[in-house]
């Protein structure tokens, strides 16, 4: 039956499981990274220790980078820049996760209870979507998509450089290495599964026979979709894990391990 407001459930909910477990999970992990990425956002130190950048500040910003790639930012963002760059640079890559389809799905029930759980009552009584501000801006998804590229591309550099010991000579290998590499193949996995790379790959294409690289990447993009909330989930903890190894390496808490 069609009516102007929203199905209502009598009871509170019909559930007798533990329906409210996973949004609980969910609102814990979330609230983890923000409190995390917000502490290491604002301290604007330990966060370069050669050949390590922090992905949280990376591309350098500021003089006090300390990194021999600083060159001429240092110019335009020199002593006088108190702001931490990673409160510019983190703008991009949050803006991509804020606005990511499952992320949505994801702090849309567990903190606003959105519906919490299916067969579960939520406690807003009128229902608008995203069609209204400030869910509308939720469409800016696609333009934050291009620049989410260029951070998997700015943090490939970074995983690069890592090859480098601690005077820059190439043909090293550490264990901020290989920690780099799982982060960055990570990145790249979660941000090419994205809806909107598909829609970019293969949208508005009527016949696939006549684009068969184009169907192609399609269906490699489809594959990895199908896994975006675990690679949404990995990469986060893996972004977080490569700028706390960078901290506890910087603070001195212990030398970066070389293989080689």
């Not at 703008?91 to 029930?109: D, H, N, Q, S, V």
Request: hydrophobic share 45%.
């Amino acid at each position: 039956m069609r009516g102007g407001t929203r199905a209502a459930i009598a009871a509170p909910h019909l559930r007798t499981d533990r329906w409210w477990l996973a949004p609980a999970v969910t609102a814990a992990g979330l609230l983890a990274f923000v409190v995390y990425s917000t502490w290491r956002a604002f301290s604007n130190t330990d966060y370069y220790a050669a050949p390590y950048v922090s992905p949280f500040y990376s591309p350098c910003l500021a003089e006090n980078c300390h990194t021999m790639r600083a060159g001429p930012n240092a110019e335009i963002f020199g002593s006088w820049w108190g702001i931490s760059p990673a409160i510019i640079i983190l703008i991009f890559p949050l803006g991509f996760r804020l606005t990511c389809y499952y992320y949505r799905k994801a702090y849309y029930r567990s903190f606003w209870a959105s519906p919490p759980a299916c067969a579960v009552a939520e406690p807003h009584r009128g229902y608008t979507g995203e069609s209204r501000f400030p869910l509308i801006l939720q469409n800016v998804h696609r333009y934050f998509f291009y620049a989410a590229l260029l951070v998997a591309g700015v943090l490939t550099y970074d995983t690069v450089l890592s090859f480098r010991d601690a005077h820059y000579r190439w043909g090293h290998m550490g264990l901020g290495t290989l920690v780099f590499l799982a982060n960055i193949v990570l990145i790249w996995a979660y941000t090419i599964s994205c809806h909107s790379c598909r829609h970019i790959v293969g949208g508005k294409l009527k016949h696939f026979s006549r684009h068969p690289m184009r169907y192609r990447a399609w269906q490699f993009v489809g594959r990895l979709n199908a896994h975006h909330m675990l690679l949404a989930w990995a990469s986060l903890v893996s972004v977080a894990l490569a700028d706390f190894y960078v901290y506890l390496v910087a603070s001195g808490v212990f030398d970066d391990p070389r293989f080689f």
